[in-house]
């Protein structure tokens, strides 16, 4: 298993869960577990997602492999993958477009709007307004399929971006599903049943339900995501990344990431 050292040139990336470790490195992007198995969550969720048809609909996504990562002089379990930007690209984020093109109040006026499908039908119309990408309705009903498929509670609008090189833009693979399949050992402990801790899933960026966030965006742009794998591929898609953390808890995350998994297919 390879060590990946850190080159100091360490960013800590925000979220609403915590600040996570993330470095380039030899163009590689690294990022650090932090509360408990987001490098297998990454892992896991990319290798399904072959299993999908998320290209078929003419998008990508980001392929994620766990890594063993020495930082601070410590050996910690973690992941990594590719860096998709090409020359003259940079990341845009919906909530720096936002604040750029609706104004410094943009979130007032995204939560004035009445329900849950006005919100993200202005989600999609600011976006389309601002770069000019027509699918952003089915990109983004998509994305909240596949959150809702892997239980991702991490999908606020820093998570969700665009591509920009110069003035066009374009649609950003699809990455970071590592607050998914219940990695979240601090918020979801390890010897509490999955079956409870399912009950207390929230979605992003809407603050509700994730069957509420699917629907309302599904009521609008239709449902988009199909997936073709079994009990048995996601036995095979954990095989691997287990293996980087205890023996004692690999039972009881399988458990958890097949739960997961299982119930939210059900209710897709």
């Known amino acids: 298993m390879p060590v990946r050292l850190t080159t100091g040139n360490r960013i800590a990336e925000t979220s609403s869960k915590g600040n996570q470790e993330k470095w380039l ?6 990022k650090l577990d932090l509360f408990g198995y987001e490098g297998l969550a990454e892992t896991v969720t990319s290798r399904l997602l072959r299993q999908t048809n998320v290209e078929q609909l003419g998008f990508r996504y980001v ?22 930007l090409m020359p003259g690209e940079s990341l845009l984020t919906l909530a720096d477009l936002f604040r750029k093109g609706v104004g410094p109040r943009w979130q007032e006026v995204a939560a004035s709007q009445p329900n849950l499908p006005s919100k993200v039908r202005w989600i999609v119309e600011q976006t389309v307004r601002l770069t000019g990408l027509q699918r952003f309705g089915i990109y983004l009903t998509l994305l909240f399929e596949m959150d809702m498929l892997f239980g991702n509670e991490d999908r606020h609008l820093n998570n969700i971006a665009v591509l920009r090189r110069g003035e066009e833009f374009d649609y950003c693979p699809i990455f970071d599903f590592g607050a ?23 979605a992003q960026p809407l603050n509700t339900t994730f069957a509420r966030q699917v629907h309302a965006a599904q009521s609008i742009y239709r449902p988009r995501l199909q997936w073709d794998f079994s009990a048995a591929d996601i036995t095979a898609a954990l095989a691997e990344p287990l293996h980087f953390y205890a023996e004692r808890d690999q039972s009881y995350i399988a458990d958890r990431v097949r739960t997961c998994i299982q119930k939210q297919m059900t209710k897709l």
């Not at 050992?185 to 801790?197: E, G, L, V």
């Open 25 to 30: 490195e030899n163009g590689r992007w690294y």
């Open 63 to 84: 392929t994620y492999r766990m890594e063993r990562l020495e930082a601070h002089r410590r050996v910690r379990n973690g992941c990594s993958s590719s860096n998709f």
């Open 180 to 202: 998914g399949l219940l990695s979240n050992i601090r918020d979801y402990p390890i010897d509490i049943t999955p079956n409870a801790h399912m009950k207390q899933l929230r």
